[in-house]
Nanobody
Framework: VQLQASGGGLVQAGGSLRLSCTAS????????MGWFRQGPGKEREFVAG????????NYSDFVKDRFTISRDYGKATAYLQMTSLKPEDTAIYYC?????????????????WGQGTQVTVSS
């Protein structure tokens, strides 16, 4: 399964970006999906996750009320709408497909990973 992430770029603080992620295998539509990020000199961290139906979502505290994860029901496509971006949001953002259908936060629960898309927020 290949994941194609897009939508990253350079934006000023306070701006918005929308990331998209599509899995090559349609069967991934039955799996949870998630977004992680890795900032300069930092470890990869969970950002947001969603279950296969799009009804269960979870966010890390540092993005709550600013980011929204969603997906097209029945499709292996997920989105991350990012608003009120801060310089500390600068990172490579990765999308991933979970092993099961539930929303999960642990990276070990994900089986397929995208190549990442760079998000840079200038102050």
């Amino acid at each position: 399964v290949q994941l194609q992430a897009s939508g990253g770029g350079l934006v000023q603080a306070g701006g918005s970006l929308r990331l998209s992620c599509t899995a090559s295998r349609r069967t991934s539509s039955n799996n949870g999906m998630g977004w992680f990020r890795q900032g300069p000199g930092k470890e990869r961290e969970f950002v947001a996750g969603i279950d296969w139906r799009g009804s269960d979502r979870n966010y890390s505290d540092f993005v709550k009320d600013r980011f929204t994860i969603s997906r097209d029901y029945g499709k292996a496509t997920a989105y991350l709408q990012m608003t009120s971006l801060k310089p500390e949001d600068t990172a490579i953002y990765y999308c991933a497909v979970a092993r099961g259908s539930r929303m999960v936060t642990n990276a070990r629960e994900y089986q397929y990973w995208g190549q990442g898309t760079q998000v840079t927020v200038s102050s």
